[in-house]
């Protein structure tokens, strides 16, 4: 991965305007603009900048491509332009594309590049059982070999990034700021978990921290790398509906979890099926829009079902407040046994303890 000088020149003009962009769009009635980032080096100076052009334009000739390369792979980062080899093929679908994609791994979309990737969004105050879905969603789609991208937000992109990462999947996390500043700081952890085991991609330059207008922009790069997005929840109005948006103007597949018509939380999501979007019960529905309903379908269960034969046994005779003696009469196993089993199905996500000492499968995987 080398970004060119062109294109290297372009990511530090945005690094340079990002601030007065935060300002611009801070203005009542201004809280997107539209084909901003579609502008030229010059137009979009003299519509950021204004009278401060001409400052931002010198700042701008006294940019040193090859210092900013070094910097970048000291670092350990990686940067792709849209001219050269490993940039995702799937952004150039975007009218704004960025011009750069820092990332922290050569192979942002992982071994499989060419694949379906699934984008899996929502709402930060997610409900538990958004959460559980979100988890299960994610890990479901690791397991089955499918990368998912989201956003490293509170809530449900944090719940299915973690989900994928307990199946061994790949996940992509897109960021507002610069991929090596971790945000939301509480993610600091997971940060480093998904890039050790996926990446961390951003069309802003490293070291840069996020601004308000930088989230719906780096949304718009998810839909982009996504062949499907998915809400598990969401409010309306709401960041995640933004994602959505972008994905159908993009042609790409949209999915939503439904949820209860009283909360509000699930109002967008609620919406979204309302208008068509296609609705998602579990990760099986994902891998059939996917791949077709009969692969899908096959996919969904090596995803669901563990490898160890006692595991899967002691999985298959889990259901809704079952407790571990039950569990020990119907598979014959002893009960130490069973309680390791259900240890490792819990750690998996795969499992979860309910009232006193009994467990329950998690639903919406099965």
């Not at 690094?15 to 502008?39: E, H, Q, S, T, V």
């Not at 944090?158 to 945000?183: E, Q, S």
């Not at 480093?192 to 922009?217: D, L, N, Q, T, Y």
């Not at 997005?229 to 042609?251: H, K, W």
């Amino acid at each position: 991965m080398r970004a060119c000088d062109r294109c290297l020149r372009r990511s530090h003009l945005i690094g340079l305007l990002a601030p007065r962009i935060a300002g611009l769009l801070d203005r009542p009635g201004r809280r997107r603009a539209p084909g901003l980032l579609a502008l030229s080096d010059r137009d979009l100076t003299s519509a950021v900048a204004g009278q401060a052009a001409g400052e931002v334009r010198a700042a701008l000739r006294r940019f040193d491509p090859a210092a900013e390369r070094e910097r970048i792979g000291t670092l350990g980062l990686h940067a792709a332009c849209r001219h050269g080899r490993g940039y995702p093929e799937s952004l150039s679908d975007l009218t704004d594309a960025p011009a750069v994609l820092f990332s922290t791994s050569p192979a942002p979309l992982g071994a499989g590049d060419g694949g379906p990737v699934v984008g899996i969004v929502g709402t930060r105050a997610a409900s538990p059982y958004g959460l559980e879905v979100a988890h299960a969603l994610g890990r479901g789609l690791g397991a089955a070999g499918v990368p998912v991208v989201s956003g490293l937000a509170l809530g449900i992109d944090a719940a299915a990034h973690r989900g994928c990462l307990d199946a061994g999947g790949h996940t992509i996390a897109v960021l507002a700021g610069g991929v090596d500043v971790p945000y939301p700081r509480q993610h600091t952890r997971l940060h480093e978990r998904i890039a050790a085991r996926g990446a961390i991609v951003s069309e802003m330059p490293p070291g840069r921290r996020p601004f308000k207008w930088s989230f719906p922009a780096r949304n718009r790069i998810m839909a982009g790398l996504a062949d499907m997005v998915v809400l598990v929840e969401a409010a309306d109005p709401s960041g995640s509906l933004i994602t959505a948006e972008f994905a159908r103007d993009l042609g790409r597949a949209v999915g939503a979890v439904p949820g209860r018509i009283t909360a509000r939380m699930a109002a967008g999501t609620n919406g979204l099926l309302r208008d068509g979007a296609i609705p998602v019960t579990g990760v099986r529905d994902v891998l059939d829009e996917l791949f077709g309903a009969g692969v899908g379908a096959a996919r969904a269960v090596e995803a669901s079902e563990p490898a160890d034969a006692t595991l899967r046994g002691v999985l298959q005779a889990v259901e809704a407040d079952v407790a571990p003696g039950e569990i020990a009469a119907a598979t014959g196993l002893a009960a130490a046994d069973v309680r390791a089993a259900l240890a490792r199905l819990e750690a998996m996500g795969l499992v979860a303890r309910s009232g006193l000492g009994s467990y329950r499968r998690i639903a919406a995987l099965r």
